[in-house]
């Protein structure tokens, strides 16, 4: 038996479990569009959508299964209240960075309640009041510095002393006029109306190469591409490092458990605390008439840490603190964080013309997306709105000033691709690694990443990252490799589950010796 097998629950997202499978075709011819989207996920889908109603012809391209990413594994709160965001936001960009933010992102809420109702999606969306709570009485003063800052931006926010959680906090921000809902359902209904309007949406479609210019054009790993005027990069984490964003971008993990709730047990709203590693609660309607409480949290940098310890720790939080019964399931999900706060939406780079990204969504991707998809749709229809530069890329000026957190993020990076080096193996030899286990091995001078199967059947790959070179490390939680530089992920047999990293892992013949 795998450590993995022993953590609780169904190994994989509610979202995923409960909506269908997509079955789009990949890409097999050469196409010519307005638009090229690359990623499917909320970002993508949004922005594609939203340019289909311009009348533009757009395509999608997926690398897997749209809405299946990061999207499909999400807490999927609809929120304007991102932790701390907006003292911070006046402190570093002045009161009108943080009434932009805050318009924007409250537009993205109300979006996503208005496309709803317009195209009747049943995706159990529900308006909710959100909290930012502290149960440490250290936090209250930062509680009510974000408080009066929020409301200075426009929002509902209010201090409170009491929520409706079954414990008691020190001080939360209350913000009314929020929302939570199914991602996968509103995202699938979302496609199918693209396809509706015209639009084209390609899955298994790994974008590699981008040439760009008068028109631009995509191609895909099969070797097909899309000739288009202008390209939208939204694969979460930029997959083309031509603009250096990567150097701006820190990868986080998150772990999520889920459990059912009694209905007059459900604390009515969305939580979060940057206590104890973080933790988000939120519930979710169950056929039954329950509800299920998801719990996230436990943040850490992919390759890095325990994940099965942080699962079992996350889980016996959730217990202790709700009447839910056997965990449900569990999964975990994966964001970028800017080095300024504040999602990388807009031009490319400074030279770009008719090439974008949205990025840097930092845990709030749903908002986030949504916004990114008026966001763009504006600014490549000539038309960009008052918070084009709080989001710009280009805000090289912004990012200066958070020139320390920069800096830290690079000092992490260097210490995994030295470090890791430094070490002369991480086991001895393969035969070291338990069954339903893996590790890297030195063999034949170069280090390897070695999975054993449970029959004990050795698979062999390159530790060497195909993004930058640094090395990956083992989940056991979920099985499969990740680099601790970027976030690229990897399964067992090095083929790429999530980027930057474009090209799979080589595959390493094991010899008997060395399998013994």
Not at 78 to 86: A, G
Request: hydrophobic share 40%.
């Amino acid at each position: 038996m795998t450590d993995s097998i022993q953590l609780p629950g169904h190994a994989d997202s509610f979202w995923m479990k409960t909506s269908n499978a997509t079955s789009y075709p990949a890409l097999g011819r050469h196409v010519d569009v307005d638009v090229a989207v690359v990623g499917g996920g909320i970002a993508g889908l949004s922005t594609a959508w939203e340019l289909a109603r311009t009348g533009r012809s757009v395509a999608v391209l997926e690398a897997d299964r749209i809405a299946a990413g990061v999207s499909g594994y999400t807490t999927a709160k609809l929120s304007s209240l991102h932790t701390l965001v907006y003292d911070r936001l006046c402190r570093t960009r002045g009161q009108e960075a943080a009434h932009l933010y805050a318009r924007s992102q409250q537009g993205a809420v109300e979006r996503v309640a208005e496309i709803v109702a317009e195209l009747g999606i049943e995706c159990d969306l529900e308006h909710l009041s959100a909290f930012t709570y502290a149960v440490d009485p250290g936090g209250t003063s930062a509680l009510q510095a974000e408080a009066k800052a929020a409301a200075d931006a426009g929002l509902t926010a209010a201090y409170v002393t009491e929520t409706d959680l079954p414990f008691a906090v020190s001080g939360a921000v209350r913000v009314d006029g929020q929302a939570q809902f199914h991602p996968r359902k509103y995202l699938l209904a979302l496609a199918e109306d693209l396809r509706a309007r015209g639009g084209l949406v390609f899955e298994r479609t790994r974008i590699t190469g981008l040439s760009e210019g008068s028109p631009c054009e995509v191609t895909a790993e099969s070797g097909h591409s899309v000739t288009a005027r202008d390209v939208v990069v939204a694969t979460q984490y930029p997959v083309f490092d031509r603009a250096l964003l990567f150097a701006r971008l820190s990868p986080r993990r998150e772990l999520a458990v889920a459990a059912p709730l009694p209905s007059d047990q459900d604390p009515g709203g969305m939580y979060i605390t940057e206590e104890e590693g973080k933790r988000s609660v939120r519930t979710a309607p169950l056929s039954d008439g329950r509800r299920l409480l998801i719990v996230t949290g436990e943040s850490f940098t992919p390759g890095t840490g325990e994940p099965r310890e942080r699962f079992r720790r996350l889980d016996s939080w959730m217990h202790e603190h709700f009447a839910v019964g056997d965990t449900a399931f569990h999964w975990a999900a994966q964001d970028n964080d800017s080095t300024d706060t504040v999602p990388l939406v807009g031009p490319f780079h400074p030279g770009a013309r008719h090439t974008y990204v949205a990025t840097g969504f930092g845990g709030w991707g749903m908002s986030g997306g949504v916004m990114a998809g008026g966001l763009l749709t504006r600014l490549i229809s000539g038309d960009p709105p008052p918070w084009a530069e709080l989001y710009d890329p280009r805000r090289l000026w912004s990012t200066l000033r958070e020139a320390s957190a920069l800096l830290r993020q690079q000092a992490e990076v260097g210490s995994h691709f030295i470090g890791d080096r430094l070490r002369t193996s991480h086991v001895g030899s393969v035969a070291d690694i338990p069954p339903g286990s893996g590790a890297v091995v030195r063999m034949d001078g170069r280090r390897c990443a070695v999975y054993r199967d449970e029959s004990g059947t050795a698979h062999a790959v390159s530790a060497r990252c195909t993004h930058l070179g640094c090395l990956v490390a083992f989940n056991a939680a979920e099985t499969t490799w990740e680099c601790p530089c970027h976030g690229s992920r990897f399964g067992v047999d090095g083929a790429v589950l999530q980027g930057p990293a474009l090209r799979p892992l080589e595959t390493v013949e094991v010899t008997a010796a060395e399998g013994d």
